[in-house]
T-cell receptor, first 114, second 113 residues
Framework: DADVTQTPRNRITKTGKRIMLECSQTKGHDRMYWYRQDPGLGLRLIYYSFDVKDINKGEISDGYSVSRQAQAKFSLSLESAIPNQTALYFC?????????????FGPGTRLTVL | KQEVTQIPAALSVPEGENLVLNCSFTDSAIYNLQWFRQDPGKGLTSLLLIQSSQREQTSGRLNASLDKSSGRSTLYIAASQPGDSATYLCAVPSGGSNYKLTFGKGTLLTVNP
């Protein structure tokens, strides 16, 4: 079984729609992250969370919001999707006490906004 | 601002060849450096993490080196196999943290049978 899972794996939506991407982990890690990957731009950090009550903006948080429902669950929302949010989205987890905070990634969600 | 560069952007080699992938970063004040592999349609798989106090880290046919002072890391793959074909990414924590990763754009490796 995968340690970090993401749902859905693929999603096509229309401009203006609200979208939620979900991430769950069984690694027992405290820290969770959301990244997006765009061709030619690499991966960029959107939001990160150290625990349920500690959520922080990353490099490109505009247009996104997150919710840490439990230690194992971290959701990313697009309140009103726009075409330039078309990208591959990854969730990751880490623990500061394990291997210098090595990050482990989920399989990704491919989001297309028409 | 930390910037990470990976050279070459793409590499094609015949099976069995040894190869080196390069990663450079602009801010040498890093806690560690992580190498990942990304297969099409799949997520990132962590290959190796080198802590700032280490010079090398090995896992099977992979060997990663780190030279903090010069802002460079290399990933050496010995006796390459077609199954090694993937995109290889390096990432370093930035902003004085050990968690805000800055990624390179990757090297697309193709190993031909």
């Amino acid at each position: 079984d995968a340690d970090v899972t993401q749902t859905p794996r693929n999603r096509i939506t229309k401009t203006g729609k609200r979208i939620m991407l979900e991430c769950s982990q069984t690694k027992g890690h405290d820290r969770m992250y959301w990244y997006r990957q765009d061709p030619g731009l690499g991966l960029r950090l959107i939001y990160y969370s150290f625990d349920v009550k500690d959520i922080n903006k990353g490099e490109i948080s505009d247009g996104y919001s997150v919710s840490r429902q439990a230690q194992a669950k971290f959701s990313l929302s697009l309140e009103s999707a726009i075409p330039n949010q078309t990208a591959l989205y990854f969730c990751a987890t880490s623990s500061p006490g394990q291997r210098n905070n090595e990050q482990f990634f989920g399989p990704g969600t491919r989001l297309t906004v028409l | 601002k930390q910037e990470v560069t990976q050279i070459p952007a793409a590499l094609s080699v015949p099976e069995g060849e040894n190869l080196v992938l390069n990663c450079s970063f602009t801010d040498s004040a890093i806690y560690n450096l992580q190498w990942f592999r990304q297969d099409p349609g799949k997520g990132l798989t962590s290959l190796l993490l080198i802590q700032s106090s280490q010079r090398e880290q090995t896992s099977g046919r992979l060997n990663a080196s780190l030279d903090k002072s010069s802002g460079r890391s290399t990933l050496y793959i010995a006796a390459s196999q077609p199954g090694d074909s993937a995109t290889y990414l390096c990432a370093v924590p930035s902003g004085g943290s050990n968690y805000k990763l800055t990624f390179g754009k990757g090297t697309l490796l193709t190993v031909n049978p």
